[in-house]
């Protein structure tokens, strides 16, 4: 059973018991009635049973207006004093007195254990009450005397509802002690994924700083060196040296890109919305012709015009922006390049596919590509950052990416999408 933070199906758990037992106080109490009236009508004292219909009513009545801390306290020290006031004017062979029996159940189960207090002070009244009605022979009411075979119905029937009464009450403290066991386990559980979480970003994030400040630095420092010689060549090898440092730069600055779309991917929420992907997939090979290569690339787009699908535009832009650039960073330019991006609708799964026949990934990377700052081969480009944050992307939309590639052939990715329907 699913526990709230407030405990709630424990105090519900009690307000059931209470509500019962209360039920089972007036019930007997009619049942009381019905027997005096069958076997000695003359006996009957409404005076005597009255406390054990009202008490009850009030009880419940203040159960309604959510008053559970005076209704158990100030219900179980009526309860007390009426069975005192009943129990002492009558024969012990009635056992009427047994119910100081279930007045300490009661006691222990319907409070907390903050509330102990009122709870060992009730018990030392019932007990005390009974000893009391036992050892003493003084009575506040007249003194009943009922006959023998009266007395045994009412010790069957009293002994009936202490039995109930009882085993109901130790049920429930069994149960709300599995309660709250149930509740410790399912918080410690939330505790032990928020760690692991917790524990995930701070080993990304100290490699994140580690390989952040060196991918800063590597740039910035050739930039420098290029600087130096070209102050000592006099500006004669600036053709050389200057798409260099262009080079270096724009490095840089998709270094910084990818930080910024790793960044806004964990801290922005998912924003779902109707999206053209032939305009989005033509707008990102467009964008991305001024590539280094971009040029002797055969793009295939395979997508129908007006091909409307929902997703978050942004994540899904980031995603497609780095398999459809890493296509184009590692082409082969050997055999005649291409690059295919298609979409299919499959039942409940819709797949967006960009294959290439590039330079490919040795097995022995493929299931380490998406890790962060991962560079698969020695010609690799970039930061190592790109396909990392698509996954992180992937997974905030619930998209999968799967990878299938061969050195020197060629590489796919498909893009997972769960249908809408
Ligand atoms: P990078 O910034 O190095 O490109 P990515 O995270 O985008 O980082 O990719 C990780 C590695 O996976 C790359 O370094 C590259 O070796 C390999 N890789 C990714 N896509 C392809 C591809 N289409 N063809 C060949 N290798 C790829």
Redesign the pocket.
Known sequence: MEIDKSGVPIAQSIERLMNRVLLLVFIAAFIYLAVLKYYAPQDINLWLVSPFLFLPITIYSLNRFKQFNYSKFLGLLGYNIALFLAASSESSSTGLAMHFVSCCSIAVAIFSYRERGKSIFLVCLSVLLFISVRIFSFHFLPYRNYNPELEKIFFVIHILCVAIVSAYSFYTVVGVNYKAQQNMRSKQAIIETQNQELRKANQELDKFVYSASHDLRAPLTSIKGLVNLMEMDDLVARDEYVPKIKGQISKMETFMRDVVDYSRNSRQDVKLEEIDLFVMVNDIVKSLSFFDGAHAIVFEVNIKNDQLITSDEYRLGVILN?LIS??I??ANFKSDPFVKISYSENGNRNCITIE?N????AEA?LPK?FDMF????TV?????????IAVESAQKLNYKINVS?KLNEG?TFIIEIPSAK
Not at 374 to 377: C, G, I, K, L
């Open positions: 780095n890493n296509s960073k590692y290439d590039g330079i490919g990934i990377h590509i991962y560079r698969a081969s690799s480009k970039g930061s190592g950052l790109g396909l990392y590639s590489t």
